[in-house]
T-cell receptor, first 115, second 113 residues
Framework: DQQVKQNSPSLSVQEGRISILNCDYT??????FLWYKKYPAEGPTFLIS?????DKNEDGRFTVFLNKSAKHLSLHIVPSQPGDSAVYFC??????????????FGKGTKLSVKP | DTGVSQDPRHKITKRGQNVTFRCDPI?????LYWYRQTLGQGPEFLTY????????KSRLLSDRFSAERPKGSFSTLEIQRTEQGDSAMYLC???????????FGPGTRLTVL
């Protein structure tokens, strides 16, 4: 039973346009959400996160939106650059209420940004 | 500090051999996590340490797997009697005392022949 789902295995976007990556979750106890970027043969690199008490967090070209009622979050990259091409993972955790905070990951979305 | 480091980066072994991986977390990060990632999947949680105490283990961690974190600094993950199904990327992450974000190392790619 997958608690975190990324339903699009791949996404192709033109350079300069917006990339929107989506993630759905099922466990309403998750209180912290993160996006990681991963290149082949490397570990995940942290991009941006959001607490469940917020609905938006922005960092430069990256913005994460959280819709708790829909159990949905999205990552917007504007403008997209060829160097953004990688696999993006959505992750969720329960940092409070006695949980140890281990991350539950989706299966990833491979983003290709074409020049 | 340059982040989480893992050693070795790659390991090729024959079925039935034992292997050991090392993880050095970010300095003063008291929480350390091990994950495993196979092709086409996201990382899956294996085990968690707070300082030197191993506080949580996933059901994925069979009795052939053992992890330690002596003195609450670096950690080791040992796999005994390796099987071909153990082939994966083994990832280590650490988190600070007051932080919510886990930072990952580069991983150890294990291939069992």
């Amino acid at each position: 039973d997958q608690q975190v789902k990324q339903n699009s295995p791949s996404l192709s976007v033109q350079e300069g346009r917006i990339s929107i990556l989506n993630c759905d979750y099922t466990n309403s106890m998750f209180d912290y959400f993160l996006w990681y970027k991963k290149y082949p043969a490397e570990g995940p690199t942290f991009l941006i996160s959001i607490s469940s008490i917020k609905d938006k967090n922005e960092d430069g070209r990256f913005t994460v939106f959280l819709n708790k009622s829909a159990k949905h979050l999205s990552l917007h990259i504007v403008p997209s650059q060829p160097g953004d091409s990688a696999v993006y993972f959505c992750a969720a955790s329960m940092n409070y209420g006695g949980s140890q905070g281990n991350l539950i990951f989706g299966k990833g979305t491979k983003l290709s940004v074409k020049p | 500090d340059t982040g989480v480091s893992q050693d070795p980066r790659h390991k090729i072994t024959k079925r039935g051999q034992n292997v050991t991986f090392r993880c050095d977390p970010i300095s003063e990060h008291n929480r350390l996590y091990w994950y495993r990632q196979t092709l086409g999947q996201g990382p899956e949680f294996l085990t968690y340490f707070q300082n030197e105490a191993q506080l949580e283990k996933s059901r994925l961690l069979s009795d052939r797997f053992s992890a330690e974190r002596p003195k609450g600094s670096f950690s080791t993950l040992e796999i005994q009697r390796t099987e071909q199904g153990d082939s994966a990327m083994y990832l280590c992450a650490s988190k600070g005392r007051h932080g919510d974000t886990q930072y990952f190392g580069p991983g150890t790619r294990l291939t069992v022949l």
